[in-house]
């Protein structure tokens, strides 16, 4: 069964500091994994796509990883703002399906 | 433009009433969804359209009843629903169904059913 752990379910920041959000998948066969963040309310607004040859894709302040082999993927937060504050979600597609597998979201909050 | 378009932004409804949420893309996709998320929950998939036709429907109860009048519209026509069936739904919208495309989704519709 495709499956999508994310870690850790919540987490707390300072404004101004650095965080990193964890996604083991074991979806087979992988074609991409996506990180979404949405915000309360709102719907998912894609923040990184990776294919198999992929190891590091940026937007901005958001650095994304992934190890095909292990597996895993991590979402990296540099100098955080107050509008971080958010669901973070790693999606994960198998290849021909039109069925993503979702994570359950990491809620990241970050303080002044 | 990248923006799918969600109407309305909030509905309540009562389990006698009938009512659609619509659902709104220019960007040419040829993929359109409808998931719904409760909340603290990822969102579950429930329809899928694919070049303005249905191509996957998640064991969703008929009381929801999805169309899609062209590439470019999808709607979401809801009849006797009942109170577990308020949540936040989301379209979104994909270049194809191919699963390399990435979902744009909309803000979602808040319903509420008393």
């Known amino acids: 069964k495709n499956q999508v752990e994310q870690s850790p379910q919540s987490l707390i920041i300072l404004e101004g500091k650095n965080c990193t959000l964890q996604?083991?998948?074991?979806?087979?066969?992988?074609?991409?994994l996506r990180w979404y963040k949405q915000d309360t309310g709102r719907g998912p607004v894609s923040l990184t796509i990776?294919?198999?040859?992929?190891n590091t894709k940026s937007n901005g302040r958001y650095t994304a990883t992934l190890d095909a082999d292990t597996k895993q993927s991590s979402l990296h937060i540099t100098a955080s703002q107050l509008s971080d504050s958010a669901s973070y979600i790693c999606v994960v597609s198998s290849g021909g399906s039109y069925i993503p597998t979702f994570g359950r979201g990491t809620s990241l909050i970050v303080h002044p | 433009d990248t923006e799918v378009t969600q109407t309305p932004k909030h509905l309540v409804m009562g389990m006698t009433n009938k009512k659609s949420l619509k659902c709104e893309q220019h960007?040419?996709?040829?993929?359109m969804y409808w998931y719904k998320q409760k909340a603290k929950k990822p969102p579950e998939l429930m329809f899928v359209?694919?070049?303005?036709?249905?191509?996957i429907n998640e064991s969703v109860p008929s009381r929801f009843s999805p169309e899609c009048p062209n590439s470019s519209l999808l709607n979401l026509h809801l009849h006797a629903l009942q109170p577990e069936d308020s949540a936040l739904y989301l379209c979104?919208?994909?270049?194809?169904?191919?699963?390399?495309?990435?979902?744009?989704f909309g803000a979602g519709t808040r319903l509420s059913v008393l």
């Open positions: 960007m040419g996709h040829r993929a």
């Open positions: 979104a919208s994909s270049q194809d169904g191919g699963s390399k495309n990435i979902q744009y």
């Open positions: 990776m294919t198999f040859s992929e």
């Open positions: 996604c083991n998948y074991t979806v087979s066969p992988f074609s991409n």
């Open positions: 359209y694919s070049y303005e036709k249905l191509s």
